[in-house]
């Protein structure tokens, strides 16, 4: 089984900088695509950023030139860099990881880990 752990969540003023950081965990031989997603109150879920196994990242347009998305692939581990946050950042930050391999041929579904808050706030 493949588990995803975030942590570095936290209340932080308007301008502040959080990282975030996503560990996959289990039998694992390769992840092509990681990323965070959020959802605030009230809100569907979106997209936020992701980046592939070779380095290509996409971003939501509202958080570019403040968040940087990177990855370390030995450790299976994603992280979100987020500067200058605002209020309307506020959500609940979910990682993902999908295409999943825990053996050469062996895909298994996306995975999604626990989701961990974020308040920007003073």
């Known amino acids: 089984q493949v588990q995803l752990v975030e942590s570095g969540g936290g209340l932080v003023q308007p301008g502040g900088s959080l990282r975030l950081s996503c560990a996959a965990s289990?039998?694992?031989?390769?992840?092509?695509?990681m990323g965070w997603y959020r959802q605030a109150p009230g809100k569907e879920r979106e997209l936020v950023a992701t980046i592939t196994s070779g380095g290509s990242t996409n971003y939501l347009d509202s958080i570019k030139g403040r968040f940087t998305i990177s990855r370390d692939n030995p450790k299976n581990t994603v992280y979100l860099q987020m500067n200058s946050l605002k209020p309307e950042d506020t959500a609940v930050y979910y990682c993902?990881?999908?295409?999943?391999?825990?053996?050469?041929?062996?895909?298994?579904?996306?995975?999604w880990g626990q989701g961990t808050l974020v308040t920007v706030s003073s």
């Open positions: 289990g039998t694992i031989f390769s992840i092509n695509l």
């Open positions: 993902n990881a999908d295409g999943v391999y825990r053996t050469m041929y062996w895909r298994i579904p996306e995975v």
